[in-house]
């Protein structure tokens, strides 16, 4: 059974503090994303890598950044905490090619005191 | 760059009765694929149905099907003999068959789906 897993379903963080979000996939896939769930919003990309080491700013970077070692992990990082970034953060992984299905994690609920 | 709207925030349909959710979408490619995902209560999100611009024939899957109008930029999901597990957030995607930007998938806002028994 394919599998995205993120390391936390549920996170709180005060404010100013290094946060990592893990995202790892057994599925060998090229693409993986991170993206930020708000209602009224809906998901809006904040990084993706299409390899390892490679990686491209999304649609809201400010704030984030990411890092992909191993092409099963990518991970996400909040430098420095803050209230506004209080959100569902989802972790998606698909084949390179663009007609292929993406394969999402349960969401890590972050919230930032 | 591309955008998607969806322009229902909730819809509400009666048990075994037919529903349609709306999607529009901007872009000045002419090769790219939709998709409708669902995420329901346990934020698990799946594939619901995908559909190949290049395709002129609407896809299906079961009680699913799209409506694709690519002059329209329009891409609306059918649920027919709605069922109360069908009750979720729907969004609808947007993807470039670009190789410089094929990378990048753009969702819409959601719609959520209520089930009345």
């Known amino acids: 059974d394919v599998k995205v897993t993120q390391s936390s379903r549920y996170l709180v963080k005060r404010t100013g503090e290094k946060v990592f979000l893990e995202c790892v996939q057994d599925m060998d896939h090229e693409n993986m994303f991170w993206y930020r769930q708000d209602p009224g919003l809906g998901l809006r990309l904040i990084y993706f890598?299409?390899?390892?080491?490679?990686?491209e700013k999304g649609d809201i970077p400010e704030g984030y950044s990411v890092s992909r070692e191993k092409k099963e992990r990518f991970s996400l990082i909040l430098e420095s905490a803050s209230t506004n970034q209080t959100s569902m953060y989802l972790c998606?992984?698909?084949?390179?090619?663009?007609?292929?299905?993406?394969?999402f994690g349960q969401g890590t609920r972050l919230t930032v005191v | 760059a591309q955008t998607v709207t969806q322009s229902q925030p909730e819809m509400s349909v009666q048990e075994a009765e037919t529903v349609t959710l709306s999607c529009t979408y901007d872009t000045s490619e002419s090769d790219y694929y939709l998709f409708w995902y669902k995420q329901p209560p346990s934020r698990q999100m799946i594939l619901v149905i995908r559909q190949e611009a290049y395709k002129q024939q609407n896809a299906t899957e079961n009680r699913f099907s799209v409506n694709f109008q690519k002059a329209a930029k329009s891409f609306s999901l059918k649920i027919s003999d709605s069922q109360l597990g069908d009750a979720a957030m729907y969004f609808c995607?947007?993807?470039?068959?670009?190789?410089?930007?094929?990378?990048?998938?753009?969702f819409g806002s959601g719609t959520r789906l209520s089930i009345r028994p």
């Open positions: 998606a992984s698909t084949r390179l090619y663009a007609n292929t299905e993406a394969f």
């Open positions: 995607a947007y993807r470039s068959a670009s190789y410089s930007s094929a990378s990048k998938i753009i």
């Open positions: 890598s299409y390899d390892v080491k490679m990686k």
